[in-house]
C-alpha cells in the first residue's frame, strides 16, 4: 500500500510568501504556490487550514465521488453568509438545501428559461437605444457600468415583473460596497465580522439597502395576490411553489433570501463576463467579425429569439472561452468533514478546499496557450478531449450553478444583440484592463470602449 504523504506547505519563510502576500495580490500568491508545490499544497492565513487543488482528479474527488464528505460550512461561505444567508448559494444546510432546490430547480430548466429569453432582448434593445441617444459616433462607453444597469433591469424584470430606476442604482451601489469590503476580508478574515469596525458598520448598512430592495418588492406582490399564468416572473412561481416530498412551500424568510441570491447571482456574474467578453472581442477584431457574421446570417434584421441559440454556435463559443479565461465566480471551497486522501496526501478533517478555476482554467495540460483568447477549443471536437472537470465556470456536481441555464441565455442574446447594430473598439493607447480579484472577479477599473455603429 502506498504511503500517504504530507501535503507540502507555504509557509512565511518561502518563496511563495506568507499571510501578506496573500493580502496583497491573492492571485499571484496562488500562482507562485502552484509554481512551486504543483497541484496540491496548503497554507494558513490566520491559522485558518487551506489547501489549494488544482486538477480535474481532484475535482472529481471532492465534488463527485465523496461530495457527501465535503459540505460548504467552508470560510469563504462563512464569509458571505451574513448576505446570502440561507439562499442556495452559501446554504450549508443540506436538507434545507436539497428542500430549495427541489422546489426551485424546475424554474431554472432551459424550457423555464425560454420564457425570460423576451425580458433580455427587450431589455438590451432599450440600453442599444439608450446609447443611441446619448453617445455620438466615436464616443466612449463605459461598459461595465452600462452593462451592470442593464444586467439588473433583466434579473428585476424577470423576478418582478417591474421597472426599476433609482432603486436599481441603490441597490447596485449597495452591493458593490459589501462586494469590496468582503473581499477584503477574505484576503484578510480579520476582525471578525461582528467586531463594529467602520468597513463592517457600512457592510451592515449595504445589506440591510440590499434587504430593503428585495422586501418592497416581496410585500408587494403578496399584497396583490397574483396567480401563476402563462406569462409570470420569478416571483410569483416561486410564492406558488410547492415541495413534491413535504407537500409545504417557503417561508417568507427564505423566499426573501432566495430571491436576494437570485439578484446577486445573476446581477453580478452577468456584468463581469459580458464586460470581459466585450472587452476580448475589442482586442481580437477577427473573433468579432466572425460572431457579426453569424449573427447576420442566423438572425438577420430581428431581434434575436431563444429558438435561435442552437444557431449561434460560434457566439456561444466566444461565451465559453470568456467564462474559461475570466470566470467571474473564479473560485469557491468546500469543507473536509473527515480526514481524507486525495493524490496521495493526506487531507486532515476541517480543511479549506479551494477550487480555482481561474489557475484551472489555465492548467498548461489541459489547455494549450492557455492565455490566448482562442473560442475555436470549445469547438465539439477539441472539447472532447479534453478531461470533464478542466473546465467548470458553473461548478459541477449536486451543487452545479442552479442559474446555468439562465446566465448562458443571457450572455448569448445580449451579446447577439448589441452584435446586430454596434461594435466596441478598443480606444487609442487604451490600457490593458486587469483581473481583480475580490469575491469574484472584476476587471479593475471597468471596461471602456469606444462605441461604433455597423
Known amino acids: 500500500m502506498p504511503q500517504v504523504k504530507e501535503l507540502p506547505s507555504v509557509t512565511f519563510n518561502d518563496g511563495s510568501g506568507g499571510l501578506l502576500a496573500f493580502k496583497r495580490d491573492q492571485l499571484a500568491f496562488l500562482s507562485r504556490g502552484l509554481a512551486r508545490h504543483g497541484d496540491i499544497f496548503r497554507f494558513?492565513?490566520?491559522?485558518?487550514?487551506?489547501?489549494?487543488?488544482?486538477?480535474?482528479d481532484h475535482i472529481q474527488h471532492i465534488l463527485i465521488d465523496k461530495g457527501d464528505k465535503y459540505d460548504k460550512n467552508a470560510s469563504l461561505f462563512k464569509i458571505v453568509r451574513p448576505v446570502l444567508r440561507k439562499g442556495l448559494i452559501a446554504n450549508a444546510d443540506m436538507e434545507l438545501w436539497r428542500r430549495q432546490r427541489r422546489m426551485m430547480a424546475p424554474h431554472f430548466?432551459?424550457?423555464?428559461?425560454s420564457a425570460f429569453a423576451r425580458n433580455m432582448t427587450d431589455e438590451t434593445t432599450r440600453s442599444l437605444e439608450h446609447w443611441e441617444r446619448v453617445y455620438g459616433p466615436g464616443d466612449t462607453l463605459d461598459v461595465t457600468d452600462e452593462i451592470g444597469a442593464l444586467a439588473l433591469r433583466?434579473?428585476?424584470?424577470?423576478?418582478?415583473?417591474?421597472d426599476v430606476t433609482d432603486t436599481a442604482l441603490a441597490f447596485e451601489r449597495a452591493f458593490g460596497a459589501a462586494n469590496s469590503i468582503l473581499g477584503a476580508f477574505f484576503r484578510f478574515p480579520f476582525p471578525p465580522l461582528g467586531v463594529p469596525t467602520p468597513g463592517h458598520r457600512r457592510l451592515r448598512r449595504a445589506i440591510d439597502e440590499m434587504?430593503?430592495?428585495?422586501?418592497?418588492?416581496v410585500r408587494k406582490r403578496l399584497a396583490e395576490e397574483v396567480a401563476v399564468g402563462e406569462e409570470t416572473d420569478l416571483l410569483t412561481l416561486l410564492l406558488h411553489t410547492v415541495d413534491e416530498v413535504d407537500g409545504g412551500g417557503m417561508d417568507l424568510e427564505q423566499l426573501h433570501h432566495e430571491v436576494l441570491n437570485i439578484c446577486i447571482g445573476a446581477y453580478e456574474t452577468t456584468t463581469n463576463t459580458l464586460s470581459w467578453a466585450f472587452y476580448l472581442l475589442a482586442r481580437h477584431p477577427e473573433v468579432e467579425k466572425k460572431v457579426h457574421e453569424e449573427v447576420d446570417r442566423v438572425v438577420g434584421d430581428r431581434t434575436p429569439r431563444f429558438e435561435d441559440l442552437r444557431e449561434l454556435t460560434y457566439t456561444r463559443t466566444v461565451v465559453d472561452e470568456t467564462l474559461r479565461i475570466y470566470s467571474p465566480a473564479y473560485q469557491f471551497m468546500r469543507h473536509?468533514?473527515?480526514d481524507d486522501v486525495i493524490d496521495g496526501y493526506r487531507v486532515p478533517a476541517g480543511s479549506n478546499m479551494l477550487i480555482n478555476s481561474y489557475f484551472l482554467h489555465r492548467h498548461p495540460d489541459f489547455w494549450d496557450e492557455p492565455e490566448e483568447f482562442r473560442p475555436e477549443r470549445f469547438g465539439k471536437e477539441e472539447?472532447?478531449?479534453?478531461p470533464k472537470h478542466a473546465y467548470l465556470p458553473f461548478g459541477v456536481g449536486q451543487r452545479v450553478c442552479?442559474?446555468?441555464h439562465f446566465a448562458l441565455t443571457e450572455l448569448i442574446l445580449v451579446l447577439a444583440t448589441v452584435a446586430r447594430r454596434y461594435r466596441?473598439?478598443?480606444?487609442?493607447?487604451?490600457?490593458?484592463?486587469?483581473?481583480?480579484?475580490?469575491?469574484?472577479?472584476?476587471?479593475k477599473g471597468g471596461v471602456r470602449l469606444r462605441l461604433e455603429r455597423r
Open 383 to 386: 472539447a472532447a478531449r479534453r
Open 44 to 56: 494558513r492565513p490566520l491559522g485558518i487550514p487551506m489547501v489549494m487543488v488544482n486538477h480535474p
Open 402 to 404: 442552479i442559474g446555468k
Open 211 to 217: 434587504d430593503a430592495f428585495v422586501s418592497g418588492f
Open 154 to 162: 433583466i434579473v428585476i424584470r424577470s423576478l418582478f415583473s417591474a
Open 424 to 443: 466596441l473598439v478598443l480606444p487609442e493607447g487604451a490600457p490593458e484592463v486587469v483581473p481583480e480579484a475580490l469575491i469574484t472577479l472584476h476587471p
Open 109 to 113: 430548466t432551459p424550457k423555464a428559461v
Open 336 to 338: 473536509a468533514t473527515e
